[in-house]
């Protein structure tokens, strides 16, 4: 079965720190550059980060930048998107993606073709 599936969300301190994963089963990732994106109640869907299939080259938005890192496992089929020093405003639900490419990842959902389920991280002391 082709899936996604992220975990490691859970509810952390202002300041505190997690490492999300997405486990990708059914094909391989090395070919896929990979998104994560979060969306917060009423809000719209942000693109967070997202790595490329060919060069790893990677995009952060400004408002984790500095943050947040992502990375690729690729013999692991998996992917992980560190996130420290979080604050109340990075609570969402937070999903990853992925798309069949050799380009330069991009922030846009929609040019994402398969999707986990999300995970839940909630910032609040």
């Known amino acids: 079965q082709v899936q996604l599936v992220e975990s490691g969300g859970g509810l952390v301190q202002p300041g505190g720190s997690l490492r999300l994963s997405c486990a990708a089963s059914?094909?391989?990732?090395?070919?896929?550059?990979i998104g994560w994106f979060r969306q917060a109640p009423g809000k719209e869907r942000e693109g967070v980060s997202c790595?490329?299939?060919?060069?790893?080259?990677?995009y952060y938005a400004d408002s984790v930048k500095g943050r947040f890192t992502i990375s690729r496992d690729d013999a692991k089929n998996t992917a992980y998107l560190q996130v420290n020093s979080l604050k109340p405003e990075d609570t969402a639900v937070y999903y990853c993606?992925?798309?069949?490419?050799?380009?330069?990842?991009?922030?846009?959902?929609?040019?994402?073709?398969?999707w986990g389920q999300g995970t839940q991280v909630t910032v609040s002391s």
């Open positions: 059914g094909f391989t990732l090395d070919e896929y550059a």
């Open positions: 790595i490329s299939s060919s060069d790893g080259s990677t």
């Open positions: 993606a992925v798309v069949y490419s050799f380009r330069s990842c991009s922030p846009d959902g929609n040019e994402y073709d398969l």
